[in-house]
């Protein structure tokens, strides 16, 4: 189970939510936004990105939160961003990112 606390914690599971702002209507969030291998990125202390070890879920069903657990691997960073980009043509959703600054 991911951390309960704030501040997020260096080498400690983070768990986030967030909604993602529906393309084709800007100014509403999306509902049920399709999440696929290569949608959520990361990057540890401003290196490359590469994608999550397990890719966000909408919860709840059909709703429009999307919810991830950041494994402890991927907060070991002092600075840890995540992209949020649909690779579709044209996007379901609009890009979103993120920084989470660690405490030790």
Do not use: H, Y
Not at 45 to 70: C, H, Y
Not at 75 to 87: N, Y
């Amino acid at each position: 189970m991911a951390a309960p606390w704030n501040p997020p914690k260096r080498a400690e599971d983070f768990e986030f939510a967030v909604c993602l702002e529906d393309f084709a209507n800007p100014g509403l969030f999306k509902a049920n936004p399709t999440l696929a291998a290569g949608d959520v990125t990361i990057s540890k202390d401003e290196g490359a990105f590469a994608n999550l070890a397990v890719l966000p879920t909408v919860a709840p069903a059909s709703g429009r939160q999307v919810e991830g657990i950041l494994s402890a691997t991927e907060m070991t960073a002092d600075k840890v961003t995540v992209i949020f980009r649909d690779q579709t043509v044209p996007p379901e959703w609009s890009d979103l990112g993120f920084t989470i600054l660690t405490t030790a």
